[in-house]
């Protein structure tokens, strides 16, 4: 169904200072290059409190700024609310526990909470009855450099599907 109001992406991780903050800036940009930018409402979130009120990380500011993206300066780490969540036309989970934790959070009125990297064509493929982790993203916090450009580059290889998949949601696809 086709909406006059802004379809809401939202993208999630743990503390919402480096996957996710990460994924709404590549979406944006993806979108931007679309020309949908002015059609989708992409921002993120984390399903804990610990990073509360922090920036992104400096190492996914560094990663970002090397690939040409914008560094999220201003961001702002925060904890997902019911209310967010009730809003939000998609919410793409970091992990198969991010997807859990919003499921339940999200009760009867789920919205689609779907794993980011379901939408990596080169991602292995989940068959009937398959654990979900099998496409976490993992965290590059714990990590070095490598680390961060292996997200990043997971982050990307699902981008342009994820605006394929909401096009058709969109008022003018």
């Not at 500011?61 to 560094?71: E, K, N």
């Amino acid at each position: 169904m086709i909406s006059a109001t802004p379809f809401r992406l939202m993208t999630v991780c743990t503390g919402n200072i480096c996957r996710s903050p990460m994924a709404e800036i590549v979406l944006r940009d993806r979108f931007s290059a679309a020309g949908l930018g002015d059609l989708v409402v992409v921002d993120s979130s984390g399903v804990s409190d610990e990073e509360r009120g922090n920036p992104v990380d400096r190492r996914a500011r560094a990663v970002l700024a090397a690939h040409g993206y914008p560094t999220g300066d201003g961001h702002r780490a925060h904890r997902i609310t019911p209310d967010e969540l009730a809003t939000r036309a998609l919410v793409l989970a970091m992990t198969a526990q991010h997807a859990r934790v919003l499921r339940r959070l999200a009760g009867g009125a789920a919205p689609q909470v779907l794993l980011y990297r379901s939408f990596d064509p080169a991602a292995p493929a989940l068959a009937p009855g398959a654990r979900e982790d099998v496409l976490d993203i993992a965290d590059p916090w714990y990590g070095g450099p490598d680390d961060f450009e292996l997200c990043l580059s997971q982050l990307e290889a699902a981008a342009d599907a994820i605006v394929t998949h909401t096009r058709p949601h969109l008022p003018h696809p």
